[in-house]
C-alpha cells in the first residue's frame, strides 16, 4: 500500500493507495475514527450494484447506514442534499459522526458537502471509485452542488480525514468513463512532469490494459503534482490555477458539442489547442505539441474537432467562471512551466484552433 501526505494550511492528511480494499477498516482507528460512533456511507446506486459485498461488507464491520442516491451529474442539485439532511438527522448523526464517500465525482460532491455543513462539520472519508476522481476530485477540498441550471455554483472547501483509493475498481469503469480520467492523467503530465508523460507514452497499452501497477503509479504521481501545486510552492505564488490548463476551451468543445465530446476528450482536445496558443505566445519548443498529440492518439482519444458551432463556443469561453471581461487562459512558458492569466484574444484563438484541432 503506498501513501502520500496531502499537508494543507490548515491540516495533513493521508491518501492510502492499493489495488484492493482489505485494510480500509483497519485505518479508522489510526485516523481517530471510532467504529463506535455512527458511520454513513454515500454512495449512488451503480456503484453500490457494482461493490455490494464491499459495501455490506464495511456496514457489517462497523455501526453504519447506507444512503443511496441515484446516477448522474443531475442528482448533484439541493434536493439531493436535502434528503441527505433529513437521513443523517432521522439516523441521529451527530458531531463524532463520520461520512464515507463512497463513489466518483458527483458523490464525492455532495456527501463532502453535507458533511462541511451538517452541524458544522463533521467527518468525511473519501473512497473514489472512478478515474478522474482517484487522480483529481478526491483531493483538494472542493466540495459542491449545481442551482439554478448554473454547475457548482454553491460550494465549499473541506478536507476529508483520509482518503482510500482502490485501483481495482477501475476494471468496471466503462471505457468511456476511463478515458474521462486519462484526460487529466495527461494534463498533469504536461503541467508537472515531463516522467509522467514519459511513462504514459512508453507504457500506454498496459495503461489501457488496466495493469494494477500502472494505474497505481499514475493515481500517485498525479495526485502528488496536484498536493504540490495546491499547497507546495506553487501556492505560494499564486500559481494555484495551472491545474486549469486545458479546462477554458474544454468547456467550449463540451458546450458547443452539446455534451457529445465527453469531458476526458474535451480536456484532451483543449490542451492541444493551448500548447498551439502557448507556441505562438511563447515559442516554446514545437516537438511538444507532436508528443502530445502523440500521446492522445496512443490513448485512443480525439485529436482533431471542428468547432462547428463557433458562436456558442466562443459564449461558453467568455462566460466561463475562471474569466471575467478578458479571456485569460493558462499556457506553457517552456516545456517546464507554466504561467497564468494570460490575455488571448478571440482572434488568437480562432487561429489556435486552425492550426490544432481543426487541422485538415
Known amino acids: 500500500m503506498k501513501e502520500i501526505i496531502v499537508d494543507t494550511v490548515d491540516k495533513k492528511y493521508s491518501v492510502y493507495i492499493d489495488n484492493n480494499i482489505n485494510k480500509f477498516h483497519t485505518l479508522f482507528e489510526k485516523n481517530r475514527i471510532k467504529i463506535s460512533e455512527k458511520i454513513f456511507i454515500v454512495t449512488d446506486r451503480l456503484v453500490y450494484e457494482l461493490y455490494k459485498d464491499i459495501i455490506e461488507h464495511i456496514k457489517s464491520e462497523n455501526n453504519c447506514k447506507i444512503f443511496c442516491i441515484a446516477q448522474g451529474e443531475k442528482e448533484k442539485n439541493i434536493y439531493t442534499i436535502q434528503n441527505l439532511y433529513d ?9 463524532n459522526s463520520t461520512i464515507i464517500a463512497f463513489g466518483g465525482g458527483t458523490v464525492g460532491d455532495l456527501a463532502g458537502f453535507v458533511a462541511s455543513t451538517y452541524m458544522g462539520g463533521i467527518k468525511l472519508v473519501n473512497v473514489p471509485t472512478t478515474l478522474l476522481s ?3 476530485s478526491c483531493i483538494g477540498g472542493k466540495v459542491r452542488f449545481n442551482y439554478g441550471n448554473v454547475k457548482d455554483l454553491i460550494g465549499n472547501f473541506y478536507n476529508p480525514i483520509f482518503v482510500y483509493v482502490c485501483t481495482r475498481f477501475l476494471k468496471t469503469l466503462s471505457n468511456k468513463e476511463f478515458k474521462n480520467g486519462l484526460g487529466e492523467v495527461v494534463k498533469y503530465g504536461v503541467i508537472g512532469d515531463v516522467e509522467l508523460l514519459n511513462f504514459i507514452n512508453l507504457n500506454y497499452k498496459y495503461i489501457l490494459e488496466r495493469e494494477n501497477d500502472k494505474l497505481g503509479h499514475i493515481v500517485k504521481e498525479c495526485l502528488r503534482i496536484k498536493s504540490e501545486v495546491l499547497f507546495g510552492e506553487c501556492r505560494n505564488k499564486g500559481l494555484t490555477n495551472v491545474l486549469d490548463f ?4 474544454a468547456y467550449g468543445i463540451e458546450m458547443s458539442s452539446k455534451f457529445t465530446v465527453s469531458y476526458g476528450e474535451a480536456v484532451g482536445l483543449g490542451m492541444l489547442v493551448s500548447i498551439k496558443l502557448s507556441q505562438n505566445k511563447f515559442n516554446i519548443p514545437l516537438d511538444t505539441y507532436g508528443k502530445v498529440e502523440s500521446i492522445l492518439k496512443k490513448l485512443s482519444m480525439p485529436v ?3 468547432v ?3 458562436s456558442s463556443f466562443m459564449y461558453a469561453i467568455n462566460h466561463d467562471k475562471k474569466n471575467n471581461d478578458k479571456l ?3 499556457l506553457l512558458e517552456d516545456n517546464e512551466r507554466c ?7 478571440e482572434e488568437e484563438i480562432k487561429m489556435a484552433l486552425k492550426e490544432s484541432i481543426n487541422r485538415g
Do not use: P, R, W
Not at 87 to 95: G, Q, V
Not at 246 to 249: R, T
Open 308 to 310: 462547428d458551432n463557433y
Open 339 to 345: 504561467k497564468a492569466k494570460v490575455e488571448v484574444s
Open 246 to 249: 486545458g479546462h477554458i476551451i
Open 134 to 136: 482517484q487522480v483529481d
Open 87 to 95: 437521513f443523517l438527522l432521522e439516523n441521529d448523526a451527530n458531531k
Open 304 to 306: 482533431k474537432y471542428k
Open 328 to 330: 485569460k487562459f493558462v
